[in-house]
């Protein structure tokens, strides 16, 4: 008789109680992947809309533009280092934009905002929020470089329309005040109102030519990658190969520190969440183990009386509670399954409580609730209800071996 | 008392605390026990016979005084070297049978031979010679639930003699069947030790076993009170 065999047989001495724990260790995995893959969902999808708003997952830029963004801080030769960043692997697109604070005044009023000048030819809806929200007109469509996308709030706020002028002034390379006119030729609405209010969308070549930049020059470069969690790695090998003292390569964490803030936030209270749960479930299948160990403290004393050593009658134990946590998982995987599938596909929609608009960080937050499991995550949640299954049987066994066998004998 | 002694306790004393009152359950008792001996210990409740034989298996150890299985004294070892000879140089019989629940006949008897570590080849031979030898032929996939209290019995006494120990200490094996199966236990018992020259030592209320142990020992109040030799 193998103690395999002889812990499976005993496991199921008592069958209704084997089952409600391994429903509960089923429960457990169910909860672990709601808050793990809403959490992968989630940060992946804020993270990729930010990377959209202009500085990608991997910004690169001037030394110290970060901190004290300015006109005269210029990135030279960013087509070069465009075209060298995009042979790499893992980065799925490469633009160059200049970024840039300015003035806008329409007939009726002026107000204080962002551009944001990028390339036609290297811009795309999804590399792109801004115009993957036009609702109205196109991007710059006369060859005249004077077309301007602005966002749906700044339009009410300075009453533009589709074909209405517009005066830009801001500062140049040698931080001289430069003004130009442009015409809008489309308007957005992302939903967030710091974006619809304040940015707009200009051609990267009159910007250049108004700033006195070179062809070549911009104030960044930004990259996306195929996957934002390798974003750090990426970084470090462009740093290495294109990096210099004059220039500056950072990940979203740094440029996007609000969205880094509230993920990491709201990451620390899953965390919390999810080990708050595992003790929970830690102390239920204690429970089960101790009160089945319990139960058989005169057959344990017969066992160490006939020459079962402590350490095996330890081990018989943990083997038992390595089987709960097998049955436990497959339970798990059965009631999981079909629950992530319709989050994953369906979601639940909680547009009615929060709006269709909502954003966290200055990122747009898909109302419909969805989950994503990585495949890190799946062997995390695995792994750590399968130990914490096993951890809860370590006193449950310790203490059946631990009783002397001439007490066990004596309990009823 | 034949040939050489396989137990010996010497001076040995066991003295339990119930609340504030102290229990002297053995006192001062020296016993020797020789090889193939057919011995019985018997005495009124509370007179000492099962913790006699917890110090003889190794079970309990006595408060002072000394405590030799083959001349090694059990008192100078560790848990884990007292459950090696338990293991091997003991068997334990039960009042109320204590088989392993989920195990079949055959496994129950097979289980120490698998704590030794004995091929398997060897434990079916010797599992299933031992299961005939004690009547349970075609019984031994049966579970426990599924015998009666006698062919309970006898898996244990299979379980106790199947690894060839020294001694077999049985605590009131009898006491818990009718009389009939009694007696069958106690002619397999006899047989065994007359065809393997096994050592058995019982506690016991039952005039049965008394009539026929070849040495009765009785004890009061943890002394021996008389030691009668019957061949």
Known sequence: MKLGSMAWRNLWRRKRRTLITAISIGFGVMLAVTFTGSGDYWYTNMINAGATMGLGHITIEPHGYNQTPALDKRLLNAGQIRKHVLTMPGVSNAIVRIMGQAMFASASKTIGGMFLAVDPAQESPDQNLLLRSLIQGQLFPGADGRGIVVGSKMAEKLNLRIGKKLVYTTTDVSGEIVSEIARVTGIFKTGVSEVDGALVLLPINSVRAILHYDDEDATLVAVTVNDQRYAERIRDKIAAAVGNPLREVLTWKQTQTELAGIITMDKSGNYITQVLIGLLIAAGILNTLLMSVLERTREFGVMMAVGMSPATLFKLVLVESFWLALIGLAVGIVITAPWYAYLHYVGLDFSGAIGKDYSAGGVLVDPIFRIRLYKESIIAILTGVFSLTLLSGIYPAWRAGRTPPVESLKAM | ?231
């Open chain 2, 1 to 231: 008392m034949q040939g050489q002694s396989i137990v010996r306790l010497e001076d040995t004393t066991k003295i339990y605390q119930q609340g504030k009152v102290e229990v002297r359950a053995v006192d001062g008792l020296s016993l020797n026990i020789g090889k193939g001996d057919f011995a019985a210990l018997c005495g009124p409740s509370g007179s000492g016979k099962t913790t006699v034989l917890n110090l003889i298996g190794g079970l309990d150890f006595p408060t002072s005084g000394k405590v030799f299985l083959e001349d090694q004294d059990l008192t100078a070892l560790s848990r884990s070297q007292i459950s090696v000879i338990r293991r091997d140089r003991i068997g334990f019989v039960f009042q109320a049978y204590n088989l392993i629940p989920v195990l079949t006949a055959y496994e129950n008897a097979e289980f120490v031979l698998k704590l030794q570590g004995v091929s398997k080849q060897e434990c079916r031979d010797r599992v299933m010679a031992i299961l005939n030898e004690v009547g349970l032929e075609g019984l031994e996939n049966r579970r426990p639930d599924e015998m009666s209290g006698g062919q309970q019995q006898r898996v244990s006494i299979a379980r106790a003699i199947v690894t060839r120990p020294a001694i077999v200490l049985a605590d009131e094996p009898t006491a818990n069947v009718d009389s009939t199966t009694a007696d069958t236990l106690l002619d397999i018992m006899q047989q065994l030790n007359k065809d393997y020259n096994i050592t058995f030592f019982f506690s016991t209320h039952d005039q049965r076993v008394m009539d026929r142990a070849h040495r009765l020992i009785s004890l009061l109040d943890g002394k021996i009170e008389t030691d009668e030799v019957r061949r």
